[in-house]
């Protein structure tokens, strides 16, 4: 269907359509903000451990001179978890700050080669592309920002039910014994519930993903464009939420699956460490335990993005049309009369 030059081509297809005629463009710009990705990822990484080392000795001390002395002891105590936990937040703060600008680079940028795609254009540069991205990063960031303050805090409802739940602070719902059948009322508040709860947030973000294309491609401010996202969507809302489900699916199918191809990479990970920190077993740890969520998020930016990307913003452009058809009609109407 093609409409005052614009070309409609609806649903998953129409974004792999998009992707395969603007491949170079795309998929090279998606290549190298994933590289960009792997070089600051593994540098805070890195950074961290770095940081992290006094306190990984100290741990080690403590735990040898136990052991020399016959004597029990618990992992980290004697203050040995205070300086990790600081460095860990940092660190983890740092690895979100860094997953929120390659989320709302790639949304801005595929919203930009969808709507390029659509009005028939040429063939795109990575150059180009990142030319017109550029001048609405800012405000993908921020409208990406409290998408992720929004879904996040949907998802944190779910973990708190469980979590009050787990320390017996729900009247009348008491955790299952070991070994034995769970209550029905624990069933349903302890598990099901929480469950339910926290799948809200994919969904949400599903209304809400919008919001970057409007931002980039119609100039309008992040909390403007979070409204006119969650309007767009509220007439699609079973596509929207079908949709969201699938590419959330997709990703969680490639993250799941990076990740235990990830796991043999932390054996020899962890003999590295080993004697890098002359057989420190608590470092060696820590690293095995992460490498695998590490790399398996590190290699979704190329392997699950473009898709995600790609179908949000085809998405966005089928809805704009649609509005816009059914604005065209009202306003013919109204004339005729």
């Given at each position: 269907m093609a409409r005052d030059g614009i070309q409609s081509t609806d649903g998953i297809g129409g974004a792999l359509d998009v992707l395969g005629r603007h491949r170079r463009a795309l998929y090279g710009f998606t290549l190298l903000v994933?590289?960009?990705t792997v070089v600051?990822?593994?540098a805070i990484l890195a950074g961290g451990f770095a940081a992290a080392w006094d306190a990984f000795e100290n741990v080690r001390d403590y735990a040898d001179r136990n052991i020399a002395n016959e004597d029990s002891y618990v992992a980290y105590a004697d203050g040995g978890m205070d300086p990790l936990r600081s460095v860990g937040l940092v660190v983890t703060l740092l690895l979100f700050a860094l997953g929120l600008l390659v989320v709302s680079v790639l949304h801005a940028a595929y919203a930009v080669g969808d709507s390029h795609a659509r009005r028939e254009g040429g063939p795109l540069a990575v150059r180009e592309l990142w030319r017109r991205t550029r001048r609405r990063f800012a405000a993908a960031v921020v409208v990406n920002a409290l998408t992720g303050v929004a879904v996040g805090a949907v998802v944190a409802m779910g973990l708190m039910l469980w979590a009050l739940v787990e320390?017996?602070?729900?009247?009348?719902?008491?955790?299952?014994?070991?070994?034995e059948t769970a209550s029905p009322q624990y069933t349903l508040v302890g598990w099901v519930l929480p469950i339910a709860v926290g799948c809200l947030g994919p969904l949400l973000y599903a209304?809400?993903?919008?919001?970057?294309a409007e931002t980039v491609l119609e100039r309008r401010s992040p909390f403007a464009a979070l409204y006119r996202s969650w309007v767009l969507t509220r007439r699609a809302r079973r596509r929207t939420l079908g949709v969201g489900a699938l590419v959330t699916a997709a990703a969680v199918l490639v993250f799941w699956l990076a990740r235990y191809v990830a796991g043999p990479l932390a054996?020899?990970?962890g003999l590295g460490m080993l004697w890098l920190s002359d057989d420190n077993v608590w470092i060696t740890g820590v690293l095995v335990l992460i490498l695998p969520t590490a790399v398996a998020l590190l290699l979704l930016p190329p392997l699950a993005m473009p898709l995600v990307c790609a179908v949000f913003a085809r998405l966005h452009g089928e809805l704009r049309a649609r509005e816009e058809t059914?604005?065209?009609?009202s306003d013919m109407s109204s004339t005729k009369r």
């Open positions: 994933s590289a960009l600051l990822g593994c320390s017996r602070e729900v009247p009348g719902v008491e955790p299952t014994p070991l070994n209304r809400l993903a919008l919001a970057t054996h020899f990970a059914v604005q065209s009609r």
